[in-house]
């Protein structure tokens, strides 16, 4: 439809334009993920501090932060180095995770 310009109005939908780049997808699936979980969390969390005794509550929160800080000191925290050098990494990509992954599994298996 003409505009008082005389020009055509375009007509896109921003989502759309928005959607059809890759990494605007990609970002779009991580900030649903993410949110999903956190609220998923949130409602665990809610339903256990309503259902079970306060102290039962605080016991397995404490458990599952250390178990998961332990699990992060068990893989070196290398996810997020991993993600950094992977793509720099080029023809040495599958060394590097080789190397990353055997001193992990040592460490691993000595502590």
């Not at 007509?11 to 649903?32: F, G, K, Y």
């Amino acid at each position: 439809m003409p505009h008082a310009s005389g020009t055509v109005r375009d007509r896109s939908n921003p989502l759309a334009d928005h959607v059809r780049l890759p990494l605007n997808r990609t970002e779009s699936a991580l900030i649903v993920s993410s949110t999903f979980a956190s609220g998923a969390g949130f409602v665990y969390w809610v339903l256990a501090g309503g259902l079970y005794p306060a102290d039962i509550v605080r016991q397995n929160s404490a458990t599952i932060v250390a178990m998961s800080m332990l699990a992060g000191i068990a893989t070196l925290f290398l996810d997020g180095t991993l993600a950094r050098f992977v793509p720099r990494a080029g023809p040495a990509t599958r060394r590097l995770l080789f190397l990353a992954y055997s001193v992990t599994a040592v460490l691993g298996v000595e502590l």
